[in-house]
């Protein structure tokens, strides 16, 4: 079967496997065991100098510095005469020409400059200020709330990017243009502006003819402020920012106008995108390092932007350039790979061609009826089916887990084809068996042991001991995806969907076993009662001997007896997605 058929949110989708390459990966959890980092990072409690210690050190390097420029722009310094020199003369010039000041002297007034006023257009200014000083978008953020000057200069320049109506910009206009030093010392303030956090996303004062869109201090525009507005509140921005720079969609490298918030972002592109990067072919980030290197990116993306909280824009998303509702999103098709067996199909191939070399060795030594009445025997007695019945059961359960992993790798099976009545024969096999896995005694047996392989005058037995089982995450992804080959609408929605490629995880049982030395061999309930009574690795191990080497991780780890109960032994684990595949096979 080369074909997967999906059906999903009113769609069906044929996939053809031919192409598809599937990775599969072991989850392993974190090692580190420290404090939560809710505190401020020091070296001391990381153990190294990561990219995360040198984002929080630059994060407070750039608040510091943003806010010196701040107070700086405001004041003014060498040739550049600062807001308070432009803001105070066009609101007076404003005043002197009769023309109302207005949301100038608003500013003003939260800015704490001090102008030249009529008491009437100054008590005007207070209230108008103190209305919009109640407001969210002007309540300070970041660091502007280190000072009161900081929290000033933020609301002053919140107010001055909100729109003016045409009387206002023609009356500022005319000022500004009747007055060049006024206008050069705005256009200084508006370089600063785009150089200092990005270009502007609306115009200013100076523009011909007036607009709507006409702010006194514009803010500036940034990539996720486009894309808000291109999809809409549906979608996450960060998640979408990340799979476009991930796929090349969204180029952060900064264009000749970009500001230093685009040169920031661009510092932290290599997070998440290594395409033509030098160290490309040197380094190889896994699955699990990956995540937590976009988790950075998104951490320190939403740093870098709270440097530049005031100035950055804010883009509605009430979508009111249309009339109507926002568009809904297409709907998703979420494709993962087909994981309810462990990928390992010559190895379930040759386990049951084995199982038919032991039935033609048995059938030619003792004939077929004699193994008829005969039947295996357990630690409970015998089991039901006679011993070539339960040959034939093995083999078909394992042929059938092989046709079931070749089938999920989009792989042929190995099976003749002559013999093709096999593989449903098998695959019906290994469904029906699932069914009652749960109960499966085999399953729950108890396997810990000891075992010599050799032995030493001076040291002893050498030995192998199975400890018992520890369970692993495995995740499957797909290195190539399977390729659509048509796509049916089931309800005539008249939407084409968009196809989804994630990763599965399933929990697997692992063996934990050791080599050792010991002075004396113990059976199995000896083996079990040591076990038992020290339950931690470690100690087991000192109780017994000399330890040559470990498999899984037994070390520092407890060791617990085998429980009756299903639900938590882990060999169980990844029925339930098994018999799922089966009721679609």
Sequence with gaps: ????????????????????????????????????????????????????????????FDDGL??????????GGGKFKGKIFFLRQLCESLAVDGSQPGVIAAACFLGGIDCNLPDVIRQNAQVAAESFATTEHAKPLAFYTWTDELAGIFRQDRLLQKTVDRDSFDAMSAVLKANAE????????LALISR????????????????????????????????????????SIIDEIVRQVRDGSLNLTPSQNSGWYDHQLWSLEPLIRTIAL???????????????????????????????????????????????????????IIITPEFSIEPIPSMYYRRAQSYTFIRALLVETFGEESLKQTSRVSQNGHVQLNLLDEIDYMEQLLLGAHVVACEQLGMPN?????????????????????????DDPDISADCRMMVPIGFDEKLGFKVWVF?????????????KNPTVVTVKDLNGIGVQPEIIYRSTTASGAYAVSAELYVEQLLNRDEFRAICDKYKDADQI????????????????????????????????????????????W
């Design 196 to 235: 200092l956090t990005n270009p502007l996303s609306k115009p200013g004062l100076l523009t011909e003819p007036y607009t709507a869109e006409v702010c006194v201090f514009p803010p500036s525009d940034s990539h996720e402020a486009r894309l808000i507005r291109m999809v809409g509140p549906q979608v």
């Design 414 to 438: 190995f099976i003749d084809e002559q013999d093709a009545s096999k593989v449903k024969q098998s695959t019906d096999f290994l469904a029906s068996w699932l069914g009652g896995a749960i």
């Design 541 to 584: 191990f000192s109780s017994l001997g000399r330890v040559v080497s470990i498999s899984g991780t037994a070390s520092k780890n407890e060791i617990s007896a085998p429980t009756t109960e299903k639900e938590s032994n882990p060999a169980r684990a990844g029925f339930e997605r098994v018999l799922r595949f089966f009721k679609g």
């Design 66 to 75: 943003m806010a010196s420029v701040e107070l700086l722009a405001q004041k």
């Design 278 to 332: 030098p160290e490309s072919e040197k380094l190889m980030r896994g699955h699990q390092y990956e995540k937590a290197l976009i988790d950075l990116f998104k951490g320190a993306y939403a740093l870098t932007r709270e440097t530049h909280v005031k100035q950055l824009e804010m883009p509605a998303t009430a979508c009111a350039m249309r009339s109507g509702p926002p568009p809904v999103p297409p709907p998703q």
């Design 467 to 479: 400890l018992g089982w520890e369970e692993k995450q495995l995740e499957a992804r797909y290195l």
């Design 182 to 189: 006024l206008q050069e010392a705005y256009q200084e303030i």
């Design 1 to 60: 079967m080369s074909q997967r058929v999906i059906t999903q949110s009113g769609f069906e989708v044929v996939l053809d496997k031919h192409s598809q390459v599937t990775n599969v990966d072991v989850l392993e959890p974190s090692a580190w065991k420290g404090p939560a980092l809710l505190q401020p990072l020091l070296p001391s409690q990381i153990g190294f100098i990561s990219a995360g210690v040198l984002i929080a050190k630059a994060k407070q």
